[in-house]
């Protein structure tokens, strides 16, 4: 198994940047495909991004490709999400998740943390 725990939430204006970071623990990082998603109130949980095990491959979903980045970092087993040119619907709860493979599902992934709450004033 492997835990999941997200930080670096919190309030920013439109046209600012926040980045997530998700700690990892238990078993080995690098066998596990990482994502993001979120959810905002009354809504679907919906992906965001994820990278494959290697880092080599990164996938974005279309409402954020251009300005969120995600990457890894093995020795500190660590996944960011870095968001910039933020608008209020982005405004949500973002997860990050692991799986054995890089998927754009939410039941394919078995591995979740507690969420961040981002919130983006227009």
């Known amino acids: 198994q492997v835990q999941l725990v997200e930080s670096g939430g919190g309030l920013v204006q439109a046209g600012g940047s926040l980045r997530l970071s998700c700690a990892a623990s238990?078993?080995?990082?690098?066998?596990?495909?990482m994502a993001w998603f979120r959810q905002a109130p009354g809504q679907e949980r919906e992906f965001v991004a994820a990278?494959?095990?290697?880092?080599?491959?990164?996938y974005y979903a279309d409402s954020v490709k251009g300005r969120f980045t995600i990457s890894r970092d093995d020795a500190k087993n660590t996944v960011y999400l870095q968001m910039n040119s933020l608008k209020p619907e982005d405004t949500a709860v973002y997860y990050c998740?692991?799986?054995?493979?890089?998927?754009?599902?939410?039941?394919?992934?078995?591995?979740w943390g507690q969420g961040t709450q981002v919130t983006v004033s227009s």
């Open positions: 990278i494959t095990r290697s880092g080599g491959r990164t």
């Open positions: 238990g078993r080995t990082f690098n066998g596990y495909a």
């Open positions: 998740a692991a799986s054995s493979y890089v998927d754009f599902v939410v039941d394919n992934y078995a591995y």
